[in-house]
């Protein structure tokens, strides 16, 4: 049994792929007007060869970042869309019980419930004391 009503189903999909769309034409203008050289998405071949980047390769350092940012986002959208198309949307990744149509709505690639983002982020801020 699908734990999403399909309005909602329906209103994810529309959201998702408009986010993926907003998102590799955010990625491609900016590419587009930057050097020809540079690929839309494929940061994960330039890991690790910046450490001694002098200073006026910085912005292009800090460029890649911001890609690889996206890139990830655009991998929670893929790996949601993909959910939604296999009928596994609206389950919590950790404990597998159903996350609420609202938060869902709130936001289209959530993964978790909320008693396990809560976890999540308790865990994150362990031993950093709060970060706000
Ligand atoms: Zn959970």
């Known amino acids: 049994m699908p734990p999403l009503s399909p309005s909602v189903s329906e209103q994810l999909n ?12 955010t990625v491609r203008s900016r590419t587009a007007s930057d050097d020809d050289e ?3 998405i494929g940061p994960l071949a330039h890991q690790g060869q910046s450490d001694d980047a002098p200073q006026s390769e910085m912005i292009s350092h800090i460029e ?3 890609a690889e940012h996206e890139t ?3 991998r929670e959208i893929e790996v949601a869309i993909g959910k939604l198309e296999s009928g596994g949307a609206g389950i919590c ?9 609202a938060r869902l709505l709130a936001t289209p690639t959530v993964r978790l419930c909320i ?3 809560e976890q999540l982020e308790k865990d994150q801020h362990t031993g950093r ?3 706000m």
């Open 115 to 117: 008693a396990c983002q």
């Open 14 to 25: 529309k959201r998702l792929h408009e986010a993926r769309a907003d998102l590799l034409e």
């Open 64 to 66: 890649q970042h911001l």
């Open 129 to 131: 004391g709060p970060s």
């Open 72 to 74: 990830a986002l655009l």
């Open 93 to 101: 990744e950790s404990c597998g019980c159903d996350i609420p149509e």
């Open 38 to 40: 540079a690929p839309a």
